[in-house]
């Protein structure tokens, strides 16, 4: 099992659990795959799935990275692709019930991660992306982030460019943050906003 330095990228539709408890079982069905599917669609920078995780799409990158500012232009369509989504939906199920429940309730947020020794398996089918830093970008995902939708960019990940993140993005602060976890220690991370796109 070979290992290779990799960028993880997850983008995880916050509101899912809240959504599925709310909504009937057949439209919740229908919302989440095609959320799903336009997420995968949106990636225009040769992200590869490893994984469809319920309510998130685990994306990895093997070589040369791409541009800080790449990353973060990946980020927008990532975002207003999944709203516009979100929007198309409502009116193509208007005649449920929830349907305004598509766009009240769920929204997005991206984590951005580097590994250093990150191995994709072949498990069957399917690849499975096996290394620590597969667990800490899963573990970033429980933050206390104050917002619900935002990017998320580990220390890790920044420390492998020369560029500014501030340069990088004009509609909103940055704001820092870490997670401490008994296994992995601790983890920081900057955060931005992804409200004011909209």
Known sequence: MATAPTLIC????????????????????????????????????????????????????????????????????????FYSHLESLKSKYASNNHSNSIPAILGLKIILHFGREVAPVAIGKHIKLMGEDVIVAHRLLKNAVPIAEYILISEELLAQYTCVIDNEVEWAEISTCSIEDEHIGKVSFNYIPLKPLL
């Open 10 to 81: 997850i983008p995880d539709i916050s509101g899912f659990t809240e959504f599925m408890s709310k909504v009937d079982f057949k439209l919740g069905s229908k919302v989440i795959p095609s959320l799903l599917n336009n997420i995968i669609y949106s990636n225009d920078i040769g992200l590869k799935v490893s994984e469809i995780e319920g309510d998130a799409v685990l994306f990895y990158r093997q070589g040369n990275l791409p541009t800080l500012k790449e990353l973060i232009v990946q980020c927008k369509p990532f975002y207003s692709d």
